[in-house]
């Protein structure tokens, strides 16, 4: 069973730009995520989706961060604009449902943000 | 407000050498708490989920408790390879399967 797969797997920006990441999950899985995590802590979530449609974004800065997902296949997440503190690792993970089970991260994007 | 504290935050044992890592948390009703293993560089893997107090899981030298207030993972003669940072996360009975929330980690390191 192929993983999920993330890209790029390093960026760097200068501040006030925009960057975006993509993330295919694994084949069937129905619930997407997106975590944010800045060294030394735990992974914080951004964004669940379930199908295509939003489950919870109460974390998400809205007013520089957005996500998608078409079909319900693939996704992406955007900042525009970039600051310092965005500086992370952005993870996907996908799982079949939307509990607790099956739940697989992808490797990740570093972003570094000077 | 709900809470996972992990500590210690780093640990260096010697090949061989038992120990325990332990996670804190204060949630409202407890919906499950899980364990990742991490890989720098690489995201998180999930060990286990634990859903009660009084449950156990195992899987070759880890094995995962829980009480009501807290959880250890028990490492039994760790090799070298275990070396990672071990998460762990609860879920709220009330909240949507999205609300997992994650502690700092422990950086696990095994010297031959």
């Known amino acids: 069973e192929a993983g999920v797969a993330q890209s790029p797997r390093y960026k760097i920006i200068e501040k006030r730009q925009s960057v975006a990441f993509w993330c295919n999950p694994i084949s069937g899985h129905a619930t997407l995520y997106w975590y944010q995590q800045i060294l030394g802590q735990g992974p914080k979530l951004l964004i669940q989706f379930q199908n295509n449609g939003v489950v919870d974004d109460s974390q998400l800065p809205k007013d520089r961060f957005s996500a998608e997902r078409l079909k319900g296949v693939d996704s992406t997440l955007k900042i525009q604009p970039a600051k310092l503190e965005d500086s992370a690792v952005y993870l996907c993970a996908s799982s079949l449902g939307a509990g607790h089970y099956g739940y697989t991260f992808g490797s990740g994007t570093r972003l570094t943000v000077v | ?112």
């Open chain 2, 1 to 112: 407000e709900d809470q996972v504290t992990q500590s210690p935050e780093a640990l260096r044992l010697q090949e061989g050498e038992s120990s325990s890592l332990n996670c804190s948390y204060t949630v409202s009703g407890l919906r499950g708490l899980f364990w990742y293993r991490q890989d720098p560089g690489k995201g998180p893997e999930f060990l286990f989920t634990l859903y009660s107090a009084g449950e156990e899981k195992e899987k070759e030298r880890l094995k995962a408790t829980l009480t009501k207030k807290e959880s250890f993972l028990h490492i039994t003669a760790p090799k070298p390879e275990d070396s990672a940072t071990y998460l762990c996360a609860v879920q709220a009975r009330y909240s949507s399967a999205s609300k997992i929330i994650f502690g700092s980690g422990t950086r696990l390191s095994i010297r031959p």
